[in-house]
């Protein structure tokens, strides 16, 4: 059974124990059962990169919420000021994500954050186009889409 599957179990007997059949409970079961699988790793001898997968999840969820927060008010200030200069535009944004799984996480996670929307990607799967509301430069925009949403979706399938 894979360290996932057994945190999950973890989580439930938490939730049954506690009689707290919430999702904060639930999310708090997760993170018991997580700690306590750190502190037993050495019993089951597994490499611990289910715990490194994990911390980057995480860190992939930090990142979405900085990155949806930045970009509500980027778009928030655009619209409520009047004369503003957005620029839409199509960008082509060259992928190095392989897996369709790499390639649908990139498109939607882009697409849920405001002013950006995936619009398609190329049949060699190498080219993902973009709508940007702020497209002046569509080079920078699509560098910065790599070096963030990608880079992040990248570092949680790599091993």
């Not at 960008?91 to 619009?119: F, K, Q, R, Y």
């Amino acid at each position: 059974m894979n360290l996932f599957a057994v945190n999950m179990v973890l989580a439930f007997v938490w939730v049954v124990l506690t009689d707290a059949l919430t999702l904060p409970g639930l999310m708090w079961g997760f993170v018991l059962g997580f700690a306590a699988l750190w502190v037993a790793q050495p019993l089951y001898g597994e490499p611990g990169m289910y715990f490194v997968r994990m911390l980057r999840v995480v860190q992939l969820a930090v990142y979405f919420c900085y990155d949806l927060t930045m970009s509500s008010f980027k778009v928030a200030a655009a619209v409520l000021r009047p004369g503003s200069a957005a620029s839409s535009g199509i960008i082509a944004m060259p992928l190095d994500a392989e897996s369709d799984l790499e390639i649908l996480m990139v498109a939607n996670l882009i697409s849920l954050t405001p002013g950006t929307l995936s619009l398609d990607v190329s049949d060699d799967r190498k080219t993902l186009y973009v709508h940007a509301m702020f497209a002046a430069d569509p080079e920078a925009e699509a560098q910065g889409l790599k070096d963030g949403m990608e880079h992040m979706v990248r570092r949680v399938f790599s091993q």
